[in-house]
Each structure stands twice: as C-alpha cells, then as structure tokens.
T-cell receptor, first 113, second 113 residues
Framework: AQSVTQLDSQVPVFEEAPVELRCNYS??????LFWYVQYPNQGLQLLLK??????LVESINGFEAEFNKSQTSFHLRKPSVHISDTAEYFC???????????FGKGTTLSVSS | DVKVTQSSRYLVKRTGEKVFLECVQD?????MFWYRQDPGLGLRLIYF???????EKGDIPEGYSVSREKKERFSLILESASTNQTSMYLC????????????FGPGTRLTVT
C-alpha cells in the first residue's frame, strides 16, 4: 500500500513567486523523511532530510521543509523560485518495516518567466 | 566526487532478449538499489542488496533478477524482455542505515520493441 502521497502532480509558477509542494505520509512509516530532486535528464539527488531535532530543515539552495507529526506532513517550500528550480521533486519517507525508502509519485515544478 | 555509473544511457532491445543493466559505485557503499521510473508512477523499487551476494525483493520484482558478486557492482537482469518493461531504470547506492542518503546514477532508458 502506498504510504506517501504527493498531493500535486504538477505545479506551474512564475519566477520569484513562492511555492509549496505538499507531501503527506502514513503514520506507519518511520519519521525519517527525505526530499529528492531530479533536474531534466539527470538522476535524483538529495535536496534535504529530516532525521530528528528541529522540525524545520533547509537546503543550500533556499528550500525548506517542515516535519509536522500531528498532520503527518513534510511539505517543501521556497519563498522565491528561480527558473533553475524547474525539476521533478520526490518526497520519500523511510519504510521502517523494510529497509528502503518509499518514493512518492513526484511533483513537477515548472518555473516560467 | 562520489559517483554511481550505469553502463548505458539508452538501450533498445527486442522482446524475448536477455538484458543486462550494470551499475558501479565507487563509494564502498553496502547498499545498492534498482528502481524503475515511469511517468505518473514515480520510482518503484525492484530489488536491493545490502551486501555481496545478498538481495531482497522490492515492490515489483516480477520479471527481474539481480546479481551482486562484488561490493561495487550490482546488475539487473531481464531474463526475457517484454514491452511492458520499457522504462527508465535508476541505480542507487548508500551506506548502511536509514539516515544515509542514496546516490543515484544517471539512469538507463530501456526500450523493448
């Protein structure tokens, strides 16, 4: 059964606008949570992760995500996007029952000028 | 710089052929993974391995097998390729443990005709 839901398959925004990519996970999975990004014609790379401690985690390129245990969410946000942020974004909680990540179906962020 | 390489970026095979996809990592990672990526379905885990000669089935192992004879190399085998195995195949590796990020190769786009 799917344990992670990315609520939007496509998010089109204009440059410099704020964006939120939503991710909800089932409570049966571990609270280790990851966001991966896939730029066009490339493999996936880690954007940020939550393991423990502060519920707000940040990436080096201005994205942030907040772990919300009560809402079982791990939404990704950026206050002002750039054209270069155009990519597919995957939310991935760690499956505590197994030994692998569970990837969401992905959200395509398209930034236009 | 860490690196995961895959033997081919593009591959075209005929139905019924035996297909080998090779993946090599240079980070001395214990874990290696094979995923397939399809539009609207995200990444689905086919097999993973946490040690040499060890393997575990993922979510969609049917029609695939794997081999890990050396720590740095993980092969995906399609015993008899079928058209529904046309897809993007991604290999990844990670250190042992759920908190470690996965490093992905660039992918192999396989077309079965």
């Amino acid at each position: 059964a799917q344990s992670v839901t990315q609520l939007d398959s496509q998010v089109p925004v204009f440059e410099e606008a704020p964006v939120e990519l939503r991710c909800n996970y089932s409570s049966s999975v571990s609270v280790y949570l990851f966001w991966y990004v896939q730029y066009p014609n490339q493999g996936l790379q880690l954007l940020l992760k939550y393991l423990s401690g502060s519920t707000l985690v940040e990436s080096i390129n201005g994205f942030e995500a907040e772990f919300n245990k009560s809402q079982t969410s791990f939404h990704l946000r950026k206050p002002s996007v750039h054209i270069s942020d155009t990519a597919e974004y995957f939310c991935a909680p760690y499956n505590q029952a197994g030994t692998a990540l569970i990837f969401g179906k992905g959200t395509t962020l398209s930034v236009s000028s | 710089d860490v690196k995961v390489t895959q033997s081919s970026r593009y591959l075209v095979k005929r139905t019924g052929e035996k297909v080998f996809l090779e993946c090599v990592q240079d980070m001395d990672h214990e874990n290696m993974f094979w995923y397939r990526q399809d539009p609207g379905l995200g990444l689905r885990l086919i097999y993973f391995s946490y040690d040499v000669k060890m393997k575990e089935k993922g979510d969609i192992p049917e029609g695939y097998s794997v081999s890990r004879e050396k720590k740095e190399r993980f092969s995906l085998i399609l015993e008899s390729a079928s058209t529904n195995q046309t897809s993007m195949y991604l290999c990844a590796s990670s250190a042992l443990g759920p908190s470690y990020e996965q490093y992905f190769g660039p992918g192999t786009r396989l077309t079965v005709t």
